[in-house]
């Protein structure tokens, strides 16, 4: 199993930037989609971002579309989310996650698609 280790949160204001990261280790995630959520407090984890392993494509929920921009450094072990024009509603904890089956051919969509999950970083965006 794949563990997972995300940074980078912290405070901004509206209009600013973030990049989280998230370190893996225990093995390679060269061979794995990987994916953000993030969860508000009284809100279901949904889903943020996903980059599947055998193409480099990624997705982006509706709501980030233009803003954020996830990569990935398999030399690393690292996957990234640059968050950028960051808005109060983007105020979350965000998770980064891996595919529950190595060398899947799908795209990360849902919870039901992981098998691993970071422990999150918080992420507070004042008005």
């Known amino acids: 199993q794949v563990q997972l280790v995300e940074s980078g949160g912290g405070l901004v204001q509206a209009g600013g930037s973030l990049r989280l990261s998230c370190a893996a280790s225990?093995?390679?995630?060269?061979?794995?989609?990987m994916a953000w959520f993030r969860q508000a407090p009284g809100k279901e984890r949904e889903f943020v971002a996903s980059i599947r392993w055998n193409s480099g494509s990624t997705y982006y929920a509706d709501p980030v579309k233009g803003r954020f921009t996830m990569s990935r450094d398999n030399a690393k072990n690292t996957v990234y989310l640059q968050m950028n024009s960051l808005k109060p509603e983007d105020t979350a904890a965000y998770y980064c996650a891996a595919d529950r089956t190595p060398g899947r051919i799908a795209i990360i969509s849902t919870t039901r698609d992981i098998g691993s999950w970071g422990q999150g970083t918080q992420v507070t965006v004042s008005s």
């Open positions: 225990g093995r390679s995630i060269g061979n794995y989609n």
